[in-house]
């Protein structure tokens, strides 16, 4: 009894320290992280740690780089990787997270220093030809007197919007009465210069000849070949007016439209949000066989959860387009972080893309060619996608 006794307080005694530890394990850790997080907190704005860096790290991180970490232990997981892969360099990793500094990108550089800088960032997903970080896709807001102010179009021009207003009316319905495709403008009101009667970037707007026609013209297209799409007729601009919204708050406008959309149709799988681009026209043109075409290019919002599935839509359509029309597509471009919208509606459906159809010096005709392009090859991935689902 004695020796019990005894075992017990020694047995105790063991666990009175053992609970001492804990304890202040658990103090010095709660005073580690006040700490840690308060030295965070007190960098100037812009140089702490923010989620759209963690976002950015973790997107530079591939499926391979895992894969390289797991063939350390096991050389079997290194036989599914390609040949042309290669393993992850993890000094590059340390020095941009050390320094919030990519260096394969030296706008990371740049952009803290240059006012206004950041507004250009993006990152190219898919190049197309002729693409890199001098001609991403621009978006500008025009002027406040623009906005108000009624442009003149060209004779012409009016009679190419009859001409579209006419061909409607001889499309038959599709996809058995159903409308599967919707088409937005948050921009409503871009226009192209080579229609208007100025030579202006920044007066290229008007609310009748402007990209909505590109909208109809895309529609046409895609139900002459079987498929029932559902155009956004309202002013999306004119609701932001009406609201007393900057032009920053389109989207938000036309988000409204999107979501009253989805909720009065609930066959609609896709949602485009045409615009065009307002660089020079050398980098929104391309000739193929002969005819000139304004050049496109899929912009994909990475601020919300499921962008990787609009990125995978708008690959199969630029590889499509490859394919069909080499150089049409400039490529596929991410947009994200705390100066870009960053979402464009696109986490309300995993088929949603935001397409730049040409830029501002391009034609209406040019354009259009394009959309029916884009309504050639979308048809078949559509069709193919409805063939193996059934």
């Not at 001098?134 to 108000?148: D, G, K």
């Not at 912009?299 to 630029?318: C, P």
Request: no cysteine; proline share 4%; net charge negative.
């Amino acid at each position: 009894m004695k020796k019990r006794n005894q075992f017990r307080g020694f047995t105790v005694s063991l666990n009175r320290t053992s609970l001492k530890k804990l304890i202040a394990s658990l103090i010095i850790g709660m005073m580690a992280l006040f700490i840690f997080t308060g030295m965070l907190t007190s960098f100037e704005p812009g140089y702490g740690l923010a989620s759209t860096q963690v976002h950015e790290w973790a997107t530079n991180i591939k499926g391979e780089h895992f894969m390289y970490i797991l063939g350390m232990e096991n050389q079997y997981f290194k036989q599914v990787l390609p040949e042309d892969s290669e393993p992850p360099s993890l000094s590059s990793i340390a020095f941009e997270v050390a320094t919030s500094i990519n260096p394969n990108d030296p706008r990371s550089l740049l952009g803290r220093e240059l006012p206004g800088f950041a507004l250009f960032d993006g990152t190219i997903l898919i190049a197309g030809e002729g693409t890199d970080y001098t001609n991403l896709p621009v978006e500008s807001a025009p002027p406040m007197e623009v906005i108000m102010a009624e442009r003149e179009a060209t004779k012409e021009s009016l009679e190419k919007l009859e001409q579209i207003e006419k061909e409607r009316e001889e499309i038959p319905e599709t996809t058995n009465g159903r409308k599967v495709v919707h088409i937005i403008h948050s921009h409503n009101t871009e226009s192209f210069l080579p229609e208007l009667e100025t030579d202006v970037p920044n007066e290229a707007f008007h609310r009748e000849i402007n990209i909505e026609l590109v909208g109809e013209k895309l529609s046409q297209e895609l139900e002459k070949r079987g498929i029932g799409v559902e155009v956004e007729e309202r002013d999306v601009q004119n609701n932001v007016l009406e609201k007393g919204w900057q032009y920053g708050k389109s989207y938000d406008a036309s988000r409204e439209f999107v979501q009253e959309a989805m909720a009065g149709n609930e066959n609609l799988e896709f949602f485009f949000d045409l615009h065009r681009d307002t660089i020079s026209r050398d980098k929104t043109t391309v000739t193929i066989n002969g005819k000139v075409y304004a050049r496109t290019v899929f912009v994909i919002g990475g601020n919300h959860s499921n962008y990787e599935q609009n990125y995978k839509l708008a690959e199969d359509l630029h590889n499509s387009l490859e394919k069909k029309y080499p150089g049409l597509s400039r490529g596929v471009m991410l947009k994200s972080g705390s100066l870009t919208n960053g979402k464009f509606n696109q986490d309300l459906s995993g088929n949603s893309i935001l397409i730049e159809m040409g830029g501002v010096h391009n034609s209406l005709d040019e354009v259009n060619l394009s959309a029916t392009a884009i309504a050639e090859v979308f048809s078949e991935y559509y069709w193919e996608k409805n063939a193996s689902a059934e």
